[in-house]
């Protein structure tokens, strides 16, 4: 079947929660709760449902007990219950896998279409949420990252372009590449109005590489990183904090105690004029993942989060089929040697 044969997509309003898979459920509380300061709407003894300060719908992050550390389904609010049916027909005429499940399935969740997406990641897309009580100014209450809302996840692809054309499908805008004459080695998209709801990073796949979490200051990801280095387990902090190139944001990655990897993010840019234009940053250019050109650590480009399909089980993955960003010789880079000083 041609693309134009395919019936209309979804209407995809933003990125609004995942699923986490985590081998202790107390030791996961202790980090997303306990330290970070993420708000429980619900828990019991085998799943947590956590959210930002400022969301008001049911979660932005589920933590599941498992036995094995993966990524289970990550949430996409599509805009109305016809938006459902779309999603089956467009999925299930691209051959994918998917389930309908019934209203509360997913708690706190409606009718929830769950696919198994052409790039091996399962999909979530729902239209109606519960509304939790509103924290957004209970400032007494917030604690650790204060955490607002969810941003955006980051996957690892073998193909980038693959994953930009199928994003591009499903009515993604492009905001910022990684790229050279020959190579996109990596893509920021959007359907909510900043500069993304989904990444690419070039690596194996499919694995999810970052969840990306919105806190209102810079502030936040500095006291975070206080607070982490006070209790003396700072080996959470994997990379920055710092001022991303791409998207201009201030940042920090953790790794949580299965190794999840999550960044704390604020203060990008608006990219809703339908005429929006794409930045196009040379992989050459030093300042495009650092803007202050700081090394970036070895495992951020390398360690990833292996992802769960349909029938539960880690989906194989795939070697890189293009040229790694991590192998390009750039000085300033930091993880890569000038070529010069390379044996
Ligand atoms: O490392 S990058 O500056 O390219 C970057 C990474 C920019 C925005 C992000 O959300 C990110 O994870
Ligand atoms: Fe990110």
Same mark, same amino acid.
């Given at each position: 079947?041609?693309?134009?044969?395919?019936?209309?997509?979804?209407?995809?309003?933003?990125?609004?929660?995942?699923?986490?898979? *985590?081998?202790? @459920?107390? #030791?996961?509380? &202790?980090?997303?709760?306990? =330290?970070?300061?993420?708000?429980?709407? +619900?828990?019991? /003894?085998?799943?947590?449902?956590?959210?930002?300060?400022?969301?008001?719908?049911?979660?932005?992050?589920?933590?599941?007990?498992?036995?094995?550390?993966?990524?289970?389904?990550?949430?996409?609010?599509?805009?109305?219950?016809?938006?459902?049916?779309?999603?089956?027909?467009?999925?299930?005429?691209?051959?994918?896998?998917?389930?309908?499940?019934?209203?509360?399935? *997913?708690?706190? @969740?409606? #009718?929830?279409? &769950?696919?198994?997406?052409? =790039?091996?990641?399962?999909?979530?897309? +729902?239209?109606? /949420?519960?509304?939790?009580?509103?924290?957004?100014?209970?400032?007494?209450?917030?604690?650790?990252?204060?955490?607002?809302?969810?941003?955006?996840?980051?996957?690892?692809?073998?193909?980038?372009?693959?994953?930009?054309?199928?994003?591009?499908?499903?009515?993604?805008?492009?905001?910022?590449?990684?790229?050279?004459?020959?190579?996109?080695?990596?893509?920021?998209?959007?359907?909510?109005?900043?500069?993304?709801?989904?990444?690419?990073?070039?690596?194996?796949?499919?694995?999810?590489?970052?969840?990306?979490?919105?806190?209102?200051?810079?502030?936040?990801?500095?006291?975070?990183?206080?607070?982490?280095?006070?209790?003396?387990?700072?080996?959470?902090?994997?990379?920055?904090?710092?001022?991303?190139?791409?998207?201009?944001?201030?940042?920090?990655?953790?790794?949580?105690?299965?190794?999840?990897?999550?960044?704390?993010?604020?203060?990008?840019?608006?990219?809703?004029?339908?005429?929006?234009?794409?930045?196009?940053?040379?992989?050459?250019?030093?300042?495009?993942?650092?803007?202050?050109?700081?090394?970036?650590?070895?495992?951020?480009?390398?360690?990833?989060?292996?992802?769960?399909?349909?029938?539960?089980?880690?989906?194989?993955?795939?070697?890189?089929?293009?040229?790694?960003?991590?192998?390009?010789?750039?000085?300033?880079?930091?993880?890569?040697?000038?070529?010069?000083?390379?044996?």
């Amino acid at each position: 079947m041609t693309d134009t044969a395919l019936p209309p997509v979804p209407d995809i309003i933003r990125s609004a929660y995942a699923t986490l898979v *985590v081998t202790d @459920l107390a #030791e996961a509380r &202790r980090f997303w709760v306990d =330290l970070l300061g993420f708000v429980v709407t +619900f828990e019991d /003894s085998s799943a947590i449902y956590l959210r930002g300060y400022d969301e008001l719908a049911h979660h932005n992050l589920i933590l599941r007990a498992g036995r094995e550390a993966a990524a289970g389904p990550l949430g996409f609010r599509v805009r109305s219950a016809a938006d459902l049916g779309r999603a089956q027909a467009y999925f299930g005429a691209l051959g994918c896998r998917y389930e309908r499940l019934p209203a509360g399935a *997913v708690r706190g @969740l409606g #009718e929830v279409i &769950r696919v198994e997406d052409p =790039l091996g990641f399962l999909i979530d897309f +729902f239209d109606r /949420s519960d509304h939790p009580e509103r924290l957004q100014q209970r400032y007494d209450l917030r604690r650790g990252a204060e955490i607002a809302r969810f941003d955006h996840f980051n996957i690892c692809v073998p193909d980038v372009p693959r994953a930009y054309d199928y994003y591009s499908g499903l009515g993604f805008g492009l905001s910022e590449t990684i790229e050279d004459g020959q190579t996109l080695y990596a893509a920021w998209m959007y359907r909510k109005q900043t500069v993304h709801d989904m990444a690419f990073t070039g690596g194996a796949g499919p694995r999810l590489h970052h969840l990306g979490f919105f806190a209102h200051e810079a502030h936040a990801v500095l006291r975070i990183c206080d607070i982490i280095g006070s209790l003396h387990i700072e080996e959470h902090i994997e990379r920055g904090p710092g001022r991303h190139g791409v998207s201009n944001a201030f940042y920090v990655y953790l790794r949580d105690p299965d190794g999840h990897r999550l960044e704390i993010y604020t203060s990008d840019y608006y990219t809703g004029d339908p005429d929006h234009p794409v930045l196009r940053w040379s992989v050459q250019d030093p300042r495009r993942r650092d803007f202050w050109g700081n090394a970036v650590i070895p495992s951020w480009y390398t360690e990833a989060s292996a992802v769960l399909s349909l029938d539960g089980k880690l989906q194989p993955v795939t070697e890189i089929e293009q040229q790694a960003e991590s192998a390009v010789r750039v000085g300033a880079d930091g993880y890569t040697a000038p070529a010069g000083l390379v044996e």
